[in-house]
């Protein structure tokens, strides 16, 4: 009888302590540059919970041993930690993020002597073609003719025109256009690569239940829900949400 009860307390106690463990929480401060960083998101990645830090920077959420914390803000680079024992224990841990800079292209100046007199009558002669516009201050008196066709003129269209605006002289040229056209594209292409590397196929194949070769299938059947357009603007909470929703269905309609 004593055996069986020592036996009863014993599993009782290992049961409390994989409760406890499965329900600890990790407080901590981020940092960047010295200073707290507020509205950072923190998202653990494994059970899709998230939270926000304070003014302080200080956050709490909820994590055990191996779970992987990924931490984000707009003006710094998204930083991610896998949860130790050691973090679990400790009272308080303190999370760095990188400032986020744009680095300018190095530029080569040649042909300088260093003698700032010399150097100015090396600057080449303006070859910009110069207007022959005169202007006099009777100017402003003048009265200008009425216009003849008022609201229903026709608006000057081309093929890449949108709306009676046209994109290729507003964008300095068909080249430029094409080159912003391109930006856009390549920008769509990668958005599903970086989100699904953001959040890891162990997040995707065992929460979400999206086999591994159609993780990017669904990702673009989310996409009608502007999570792109959220990813860009750091709302990495709002799209784990709709994620979440998406694969009900999309699980329903693949299997």
């Given at each position: 009888m004593k055996l069986k009860l020592t036996n009863l307390v014993l599993l009782l106690i290992l049961t409390l302590n994989c409760f406890a463990q499965n329900n600890s929480k990790i407080v901590g401060t981020?940092?960047?540059?010295?200073?707290?960083?507020?509205?950072?998101?923190?998202?653990?990645?494994?059970?899709?919970?998230?939270?926000?830090?304070?003014?302080n920077g200080e956050f709490q959420i909820s994590a055990k041993v191996n779970d992987i914390l990924l931490f984000s803000s707009i003006q710094y680079e998204r930083k991610?930690?896998?949860?130790?024992?050691?973090?679990?224990?400790?009272?308080?841990?303190?999370?760095?993020?990188?400032?986020?800079?744009?680095?300018?292209?190095?530029?080569?100046?040649?042909?300088?002597?260093?003698?700032?007199?010399?150097?100015?009558?090396?600057?080449?002669?303006?070859?910009?073609?110069?207007?022959?516009?005169?202007?006099?201050?009777?100017?402003?008196?003048?009265?200008?003719?009425?216009?003849?066709?008022?609201?229903?003129?026709?608006?000057?269209?081309?093929?890449?025109?949108?709306?009676?605006?046209?994109?290729?002289?507003?964008?300095?040229?068909?080249?430029?256009v094409d080159r912003i056209l391109k930006r856009k594209l390549s920008k769509k292409k990668?958005?599903?690569?970086?989100?699904?590397?953001?959040?890891?196929?162990?997040?995707?194949?065992?929460?979400?239940?999206?086999?591994?070769e159609k993780i990017f299938n669904f990702i673009s059947y989310c996409e009608y829900r502007n999570i792109a357009q959220k990813f860009d603007n750091n709302k990495l909470m709002e799209i784990i949400e709709i994620l979440k929703e998406e694969s009900i269905s999309y699980n329903e309609i693949s299997h």
């Open positions: 981020i940092l960047g540059e010295n200073s707290f960083v507020k509205d950072a998101h923190i998202i653990n990645v494994n059970n899709g919970l998230g939270t926000i830090s304070n003014i991610k930690i896998k949860v130790t024992e050691q973090m679990l224990t400790s009272k308080e841990i303190i999370v760095d993020l990188i400032s986020l800079v744009n680095m300018l292209k190095e530029i080569t100046i040649t042909k300088l002597t260093g003698d700032l007199y010399v150097d100015i009558k090396g600057i080449p002669e303006d070859t910009t073609p110069k207007h022959n516009f005169t202007y006099d201050i009777s100017d402003l008196y003048k009265t200008l003719p009425a216009d003849q066709h008022g609201s229903r003129a026709a608006p000057v269209l081309s093929p890449l025109s949108s709306g009676g605006i046209n994109l290729a002289s507003l964008f300095g040229g068909k080249s430029s990668q958005f599903p690569i970086k989100l699904r590397k953001t959040l890891g196929d162990y997040y995707f194949i065992t929460y979400l239940k999206i086999p591994e």
